[in-house]
């Protein structure tokens, strides 16, 4: 089955995009080693955020409901 086929997975996305730039800080050259820290400094702060975007939204939308 190709990677088309497959249904597209957010979490299973960051999860291998953060464990590609963790092999690059570890095993890349220093300037790479930098962008790489930043890179994954930035990922984690976003995904945060929009965790906490998501949650505020669905207890928004549950005081609706209920």
Do not use: W
């Not at 590609?20 to 976003?46: K, P």
């Not at 975007?53 to 928004?60: D, K, T, V, W």
């Amino acid at each position: 089955m190709s990677r088309i086929d497959k249904q597209f997975d957010p979490f299973v996305y960051l999860t291998e995009n953060i464990t590609y730039l963790l092999s690059l800080c570890e095993y890349g050259d220093l300037h790479l080693r930098g962008a790489c820290a930043n890179l994954l400094v930035i990922l984690i702060q976003t995904t945060n955020h929009l965790l906490t975007l998501s949650s505020l939204s669905n207890s928004f939308n549950n005081s609706f409901i209920n």
